[in-house]
């Protein structure tokens, strides 16, 4: 079923796909629920939502009172989703800190969004302009794929510019990523150096002094 003529760069997913753990990550906005729904069901794996997870077990420190936001025991939920690893066998993580609970040994995909588009659907969101302003920088500074590759090196880390790629193409490109026909890749945005950035920046300095 997962036979493929080329090399196989990780054939490791045919042969561990009993007990597998695949992270989708990113800032909050760049369609890791959207993405992560659809692998489970081509995968036929169990989808995790970790903030609902956290929230729903109280796997909780405490409350943030000023950015509004519970700061989740990253131990208490790692350990959770080791057992629920045990459990269903595949699985599949998502949530902005994925890349922080998944074991060693995990595949781990980052997914990007141009921040200048994130801005507009926080917005949409209804995000305060602070919460907008934070995670449009860690979007900008490439804040998840620094630490995915901190934890896990980059050996199955890969990085998907999902900016105008619909979500099936996107959970193809994963898809194959995982089959071993395309190897993973990282580096393959840099907002700082495009041309939207400069106006993006300006509105980042702007909304700093509101
Ligand atoms: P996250 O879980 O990372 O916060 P969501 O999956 O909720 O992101 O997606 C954010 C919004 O973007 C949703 O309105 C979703 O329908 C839309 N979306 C997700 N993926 C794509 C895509 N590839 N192209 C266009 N819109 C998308
Ligand atoms: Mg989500």
Redesign the pocket.
């Known amino acids: 079923m997962f036979g493929s003529p080329k090399p196989q760069i990780s054939s490791d997913y045919a042969e561990r796909r009993g007990r597998l753990i695949i992270a989708i990550t ?1 800032s ?8 992560s729904h659809l692998l489970a069901e081509r995968l036929k794996a169990h989808h995790i939502d970790l903030s609902k997870l956290a929230l729903e077990e109280g796997l909780v420190e405490e409350w943030d009172e000023e950015r509004d936001t519970a700061i989740v025991d990253i131990k208490a939920v790692k350990r959770r989703v080791e057992r629920l690893q045990r459990r269903y066998g595949r699985l599949i993580i ?1 949530g902005h800190y994925a890349h922080d609970v998944a074991p060693k040994g995990s595949w781990i995909f980052v ?1 990007r969004r141009a921040p200048w588009r994130l801005r507009d ?1 926080l917005e949409e969101r209804g995000y305060d302009a602070g919460k907008v302003r934070e995670n449009v920088e860690a979007e900008l500074l490439d804040i998840c794929l620094s630490e995915a590759i901190e934890t896990h090196g980059s050996g199955r880390v890969h990085e998907v510019d ?1 900016t105008d ?3 099936q193409e ?1 959970v193809e490109e994963i898809y194959e990523v995982l089959r071993g026909v395309r190897p993973p890749r990282i580096g393959v945005v840099d907002w700082l150096g495009r041309p939207e950035a400069k106006q993006l920046l300006e509105w980042l300095e702007d909304v700093s002094h509101r």
């Open positions: 990113g909050p906005g760049v369609g890791k629920t959207t993405i998502e997914l659907e999902t790629k619909t979500p996107i």
